[in-house]
């Protein structure tokens, strides 16, 4: 064993091969993220010819069988035999990997997409693609199958006097063994963004499954974004600063307006793709627009001398930072944060000038977002004395837990667990149920702070908020270090209704806003205890967490048999070997891991349904009512 290392071991995987064998190197994963990324590799490149300025409108259909149609209006894939594989252009680049495009500079000076990697990632994981080309007054037809496979060769089918691309694929089961069921709302989010970040792209969806449609187009790009995400909320400044230039070979489009809410929005982007993590744009960002209010205020009689930091100014900014770079490098695979330094150069010398320029020609604004920013610096103060009064009684600095902390035996985080439980009486029943070795409870009164509506300093005085910091152990936001961690899981459970889903968001809300990192590292659950409880007695007793899943018993296992069903209203109603056995024991149990995957919704969310405004509120509710097919009453 471990001796037979020769050639007979190592694999030549053929063409797409490499691609079935190993799915998760080029798309991440094969759960219902990685069945999305398949519709972004196809979409990117439509948008792509948008940046090029070949296209302003894209459409995409999920079909009734779960198919994705995209079609776009620019110039069509290339159908020339190319010299080097000596097939047709658009056969090598849906079979052969890292053919496209985008190396080539004349081309595509920018793009999005992964260097030509998309369209044959896409065939290889699909039963079948299916590719229509307009162009050249004619239009082309190929289809693959099976993986790959050349069902038939490049034939014209037709004439025409447009030009595009129209592109349909479905996923293989065997690869997506998890789903193969589209999700519309996560469509309808990215091509939203894909709207916002390039001004003037009709982008237009249509689900065949349930005869949904939507169809974005902005004319004024990220301003139209910022204007959104201040829809309902009362704005510092009236007119929305916004920039677009260019920097020797780097395009920069910046836009920025305060509201009066406490929460920092800044996103970036560099060629389309969401830049979470930051990077050098953003950097850039941060530096001129303190050094361009700290300019203005020295000519300021009142201000000499009052210096602000980026944490003086970025409560209540909401900004929105659009790049466009020839040669973007990124740290890591995920293209998560920008390396590129000339990034932070180009950003850094067309805000300062140009927001320094909107401060001076808007006096009425400039002393709004000013009078803004000293009530934070004033606010931040406050916050870091409460902060430290709440470290100096976290269990990193002395120790002392929360008194209604029942902790775990365990001190290794990896395997230990903590419980938020709503109420005292669930409390008692999960701390004497649970496994105390490694499952520690901490008990919840009443509902959670509303992060959302108040200041910082008002958030680190709640005891429930301090409870919470000081048993994770983390600290908070700047603050936050993922090392200090006490327990890998932190599980929220709650009853299994209105009351219970209110207190999950509340406290989803105050992770999401001040501890997003644990929601990042997937490090928050939810806890599912059942609904319903069923019993024949002689041992035959089952327990159902939906309604069709009781219908399936009481159809089935119990359709002979007399029994009695007891519908749970609350975690308090159960005992402690009931609660275990449901819903803390890790053989048994069932769990949802939370993590942000998409920081627009999410923050769309969070403010909309947890913020001040109700017209917002109503408004999200209205928007997305259409898209909910599943209420439990």
């Known amino acids: 064993m471990g001796n037979n290392y020769g050639a007979d071991q190592i694999q030549v995987l053929e063409g797409l091969e490499a691609v079935r064998k190993r799915p998760g190197m ?23 010819e948008s940046l090029a300025g070949f296209c302003d409108e894209i459409s995409i259909v999920i079909t009734d069988e779960n198919e994705i149609l995209i079609k776009d209006n620019g110039r069509g894939i290339p159908v020339a035999i190319h010299p080097k594989t000596k097939k047709s252009t658009l056969e090598t680049i849906f079979t052969v990997l890292h053919a496209g495009g985008k190396f080539d500079e004349s081309t595509y000076k920018i793009s999005g997409g992964l260097h030509g990697v998309g369209a044959s990632v896409v065939n290889a994981l699909s039963l079948y693609v299916e590719a229509i080309v307009l162009r050249d007054n004619k239009m082309y037809y190929q289809r693959f199958f099976d993986g790959g496979t050349k ?58 499954r349930n005869d949904k449609f939507l169809s974005y187009r902005f004319d004024d ?113 995920t293209k998560a944060k920008l390396s590129n330094v000339d990034a932070k150069e180009a950003v850094s010398n067309i805000l300062f000038e140009s927001f320094k320029e909107y401060l001076l020609k808007n006096p009425n604004d400039a002393k709004k977002i000013i009078e803004k920013i000293l009530i934070s610096q004033k606010a931040r103060k406050a916050a870091q004395r409460a902060r430290e009064d709440t470290r100096r009684k976290s269990a990193i600095d002395n120790f002392s837990l929360p008194g209604k902390l029942a902790d775990c035996e365990s001190k290794d985080a990896d395997i230990s667990e903590l419980y938020l439980v709503e109420g005292d009486s669930a409390g008692g029943s999960a701390k004497t149920g649970r496994n105390r070795k490694n499952q520690a409870i901490l008990s919840l009164k009443g509902k959670v702070l509303n992060v959302e509506k108040v200041k910082q300093s008002k958030v680190f005085e709640n005891n429930e908020i301090q409870s919470i910091i000081a048993a994770i152990g983390t600290g908070v936001k700047k603050d936050f270090n993922i090392k200090k961690i006490r ?147």
């Open 151 to 208: 069902a038939t060769e490049l034939e014209t089918i037709g004439l025409s006097d447009a030009n595009g691309t129209l592109i349909k694929f479905k996923p293989d089961p065997e690869i997506f063994k998890e789903t193969v069921e589209f999700d519309f709302a996560v469509v309808k989010t990215k091509i939203k963004q894909l709207a916002f970040l390039n001004k003037g792209l009709k982008i237009d969806l249509y689900d065949q």
């Open 221 to 333: 790009g990220i301003k139209d974004y910022i204007k959104e995400i201040n829809s309902g909320k009362e704005k510092i400044n009236d007119e929305i600063f916004y920039i677009s230039d260019k920097f020797e070979k780097i395009e920069v489009e910046v836009s920025i307006q305060y509201n009066d809410t406490y929460d920092e929005n800044i996103f970036s982007f560099c060629n389309n793709i969401f830049t979470s993590e930051g990077g050098t744009h953003e950097e850039g960002f941060k530096l001129s627009l303190i050094k361009a209010l700290n300019n203005y205020t020295n000519d300021l009689k009142n201000f000499k001398g009052n210096k602000f930091t980026f944490d003086d100014v970025r409560e209540g900014i909401c900004a929105v930072i659009s790049i466009k770079h020839v040669d973007p490098l990124y740290e890591g695979q």
């Open 26 to 48: 080029y798309i991440g994963n094969t759960n219902k993220v990685g069945l999305h990324h398949l519709i972004w590799e196809i979409l990117d490149n439509s948008v792509d």
């Open 487 to 633: 327990y890998k899981k932190i599980i929220i459970m709650t009853d299994a209704d209105v009351d219970g889903a209110h207190i999950r968001v509340l406290l989803l809300t105050f992770f999401y806003r001040y501890m997003k990192e644990l929601l990042n590292n997937g490090n928050i659950y939810i806890a599912q205890p059942p609904l319903y409880k069923i019993d024949a007695g002689k041992n035959n007793i089952d327990y159902a967490y939906s309604d069709a899943e009781l219908e399936e018993l009481k159809n089935n296992k119990y359709k002979d048999l007399k029994y009695v069903i007891q519908r749970y209203k609350g975690l308090g109603e159960m005992d402690p070997i009931q609660l275990w056995e449901t819903t803390m024991d890790p053989e048994r149990r069932t769990m949802i891991q939370i993590k942000v995957e998409d920081a627009f919704m999410a923050n769309e969310v969070f403010s909309s349904l947890m913020g001040e405004s109700v017209e917002l509120r109503r408004n999200f509710i209205t928007e997305n009512a259409q898209f909910v097919e599943n209420i439990d009453i």
